[in-house]
Antibody, heavy 117, light 107 residues
Framework: QVQLQESGPGLVKPSETLSLTCNVS??????????WSWIRQPPGKGLEYIGR???????NYNPPLMSRVSIALDTSKNQFSLRLSSVTPADTAVYYC?????????WGQGTLVTVSS | DIQMTQSPSSLSASVGDRVTITCRAS??????LAWYQQKPGKAPRRLIY???NLQGGVPSRFSGSGSATEFTLTISSLQPEDFATYYC?????????FGQGTQVEIK
């Protein structure tokens, strides 16, 4: 059974960089069968695709975030990460990591990141 | 971007009711559509993938249908544990986009 767990600071100051890590157990990031994705959900609102990465490190990002976002793999630790720079209060959200097989199938529990001074 | 228009945005129903939720895509997405259930404070749970395939462990009262631009999630007999918010997601074209959600409430 694949399990994903997000970790990182719960509070980030405006203009700084949000950094999160997703630890994956029960599955390998080196598998060519899956993508690995980040999705977020502002409080009380719907879900938004941030981006995804494949086992070669090839990425795709949502265009409104493209200039500020990067997703990376660390296969030695079986983790992947999210960096979002120049954050504003509009980036306050629960951030989810997910495995993707015909759409996101397994999700982490999510972590709330608040952007505030 | 492909717009996913989900309807209704909310509904009230009773235990045992048949419930139908619709997602319309602004352009054809073949059958690259999934349905998710989300309860407060929890991550989304996939119910249906590739439009009509039931995710393992999901009760058979859930079913999905459709292709191209119109898709439906049906709950054949609503149970107390089904009161939640439901989302569709298209993963045919980047950026992947979600419907705005349907909140299913107790009547």
């Amino acid at each position: 059974q694949v399990q994903l767990q997000e970790s990182g600071p719960g509070l980030v100051k405006p203009s700084e960089t949000l950094s999160l890590t997703c630890n994956v157990s029960g599955g390998s990031l080196s598998s060519s069968s899956y993508y690995w994705s980040w999705i977020r959900q502002p409080p009380g609102k719907g879900l938004e695709y941030i981006g995804r990465i494949d086992y070669t490190g090839n990425t795709n990002y949502n265009p409104p975030l493209m200039s500020r976002v990067s997703i990376a793999l660390d296969t030695s630790k079986n983790q992947f990460s999210l960096r979002l720079s120049s954050v504003t209060p509009a980036d306050t959200a629960v951030y989810y990591c997910a495995r993707v097989f015909k759409g996101p199938d397994y999700w982490g529990q999510g972590t709330l990141v608040t952007v505030s001074s | 971007d492909i717009q996913m228009t989900q309807s209704p945005s909310s509904l009230s129903a009773s235990v045992g009711d048949r419930v139908t939720i619709t997602c319309r895509a602004s352009q054809g997405i073949r059958n690259d559509l999934a349905w998710y259930q989300q309860k407060p404070g929890k991550a989304p749970r996939r119910l249906i993938y590739v439009a009509s395939n039931l995710q393992g462990g999901v009760p058979s009262r859930f079913s999905g249908s459709g292709s191209a631009t119109e898709f439906t999630l049906t709950i054949s007999s609503l149970q107390p544990e089904d009161f939640a918010t439901y989302y569709c997601l298209q993963h045919n074209t980047y950026p992947w986009t979600f419907g705005q959600g349907t909140q299913v409430e107790i009547k």
